[in-house]
């Protein structure tokens, strides 16, 4: 990302009683590397891989002379938008590539400029007060438009700050290297010892105490840069403390016999249902009477509770559902009530991944597990955690009963469930096994994926299951069906959701990355396979507009994706490649391919000619990663997109837009020409649904009667959608993001 430096020296003492003043501050400016007669703000372009502050430190003290009297920065802190700032300019917390981001370079106010230096080079680096800068309308000298308002934000920044106590102080304090080099009882930095004396076998006693104290010290250092790096530090006083700590837990038992040889079994008498006695307390029983009833096989007691909304599904403390108990009795007459009359899932698992059929296939119940083999959505291959089928927990028992389970299971095993296609967005699909037939969850699916893609299940979910068709999109619940949502698509959703020909909207199953994610989280990834999948949905994204984005990104992107796809540049291929018009729609957006005045031709084989000249690394994966670093910079990226209109003064008929929702607020983009229109951050705006006239109203905060309506059929959904992402990453990505 291209960086904005910030460079800020105290004019006198700072004091936490007085009020703050831009004109207590001067600013270090550049002039112009275009010849022109305008100062602005130092700009770097810093690679992706390079540790932010140590680059910008080192940079600003090459920039100011090095070691001829360059400037020695004390820290570097990012100055993030604040939400005062206009949306026109701003729009959202998240920047673009191309407007860079701003970076605040505090240094000590002794420290000055070498004349000898700045009188010399092109850019002429100088210091000017902050508030002529900001009241540049009474000052002579010309400042880029960029630099005021950036500076605009660094004074609401600078005031913010002000306000904490003792920040300021802190803002300007020594560096925490600096300040440790300069105390000279500190054995941190002892010289050496001479080579040790040995004294019989053992080392001379001072020069061990002498290491001691050197690596003790040692580590406080790198523990005091580590904190002057950091905005806020908490430190939790029992971490390596060594102080014993155990998780609270509801039972326990001791094996008496454990290492002290095999235990004398005439001793041992096992009370009469052992196995559920402990939980059959009188808690347990009012918080689960289902699972009692069934426990018990009361079949007037399960009916009851069945017509009064008990949940089937419901888990007790030990995770499992009523229908494991009635399993694990044989109680074959509560079981098909449960099946049949309370609609349970015969797949349904508890914690270790156990179904009903492992349990009567363990316990030899071979009634109990006829009946489960006989529902129509059974699936017999389930795996428990251990990774054993129900036909492994009975084959091997040589009894009647249990060799008789084992038979019918795998003749059922021997039976393929149904499939379904689910498509991921590389291109591929992968066939899925509905394992509960229709009644088979996102759940299910989604584990399915992730076992097919061989995926860890840190980067799986970062995915989920989304049903789509051409110009309607909805991310389907843990507890969605997806086969009854396919089934319903044409005749049900799309008329109550659009105003399109349900005709012509096919609807498939997809793999995308779950919408109600933050980028905080996603900056996480490090998987090979979410990394490429997440790249091509951000690419099939980008490449439909639905990522407005200034001109530059849009050429810094396209040389990525020729770099990824054509290998290094060479003059040759580069001629033939731009040769053919349709391969240019292959890496800018189709909205960006009618931008008057710019000529793509040209300027992206330059681009791409310095991506193969600067890039060390080029593997495919890299490649695709920085693809992805640079869309997560774009306002509209991780959105889910909705369809609507909105009224504008242009035109006099409704106009179509795409509404995107993700987790910094709504934006609104023409449905044509792919313009960003308008973009909201949670923060400055209310939202209301009205769905009787299907219309979404969106009100700035500061200014009630500012803002837009949408008329669309999903207002629900968007409503919904927008509520549970500003409750879930309102506040807290918008610290992350201000101390990043």
Known sequence: MDALLAVIRPKLRLSQNHDFRPRNFDIMLLASDKGKPVRQIPRISMPYNEDPPEYILKAVYQMTGADKGGLKGRRVLYVPPVRNEPASEHGSSRESYTKGALFCIPIDAREKLNPAFVDNVPRNPRFSSLDAILDSHNNPMVYSKQTKYMLRRLENWLRDKHAIAGFMEALFRMAADFRVRTVVTNPAYISPPPTSVKTGSQLDVTDIQAEEMRQTANGALAKMMAFEKCDIVVINPLFGSGLPYKNKVDSFAINDYWLMGKPDYRKIKAPENSIDKASLSDSWIEEYPLHKCAYQGDITGVRELLRKGYSVAQKDRDSWTPIHYAAWHGHLETVKILLREGECSPNIANDSNST??????????????????????????????????????????????????????????????PKVQVHLMDGTFRMLSLTSGANTTVQELHQQMIRELDIADQSGQLFTIWICSKYLQLQLKYEHKPVQHLNDWKRKIVRMLTDFDPQKEDPKLFWKRDARLSIIEERKVRSSVAIHLLFHEAYQNYIKSLYPCADEDAIILGALLLQLNQGDYDQKKAKAFFSNDKNLQTLIPVGKLKTR???????????????????????????????????????????????????????????????????????????????????????????????????????????????????????????????????LHGATDMKQLGAT
């Open 356 to 417: 009903p059929l492992h349990f009567a296939a363990l316990c030899g119940h071979c009634k109990v597990v006829e009946e489960l083999l006989n529902h129509r959505d059974i699936d017999a291959k389930v795996k428990d955690k251990e990774g054993k089928m129900a036909v492994d927990l009975c084959e091997h028992v040589p009894k009647p009963d249990w060799q008789s389970c084992a038979k019918m299971i795998q003749k059922a095993m021997e039976s393929p469930a």
């Open 597 to 727: 005045g710019m000529n793509w031709t040209s300027k992206l084989p330059a681009r791409y000619k310095q991506v193969s000249l600067h890039i060390k690394d080029k593997t495919v994966e890299d490649l695709k990663f920085r693809f992805l670093t640079l869309c997560w910079n774009l306002t509209v990226y991780g959105s889910a997109f909705f369809t609507g209109y909105v009224n504008m003064k242009s035109s006099k008929s409704p106009v179509a837009v795409y509404i995107g929702v993700n987790d910094i607020g709504i934006h609104i983009i023409h449905g044509h020409n792919k313009m960003m229109l308008q973009s909201f951050n949670y923060t400055d705006i209310d939202w209301i649904c009205d769905n009787e006239w299907a219309t979404l109203q969106i009100r700035l905060k500061n200014a009630p009667r500012t803002g837009v309506s949408i008329r669309t059929k999903q207002a629900g959904l968007i409503y919904h959608l927008m509520s549970k992402l500003a409750q």
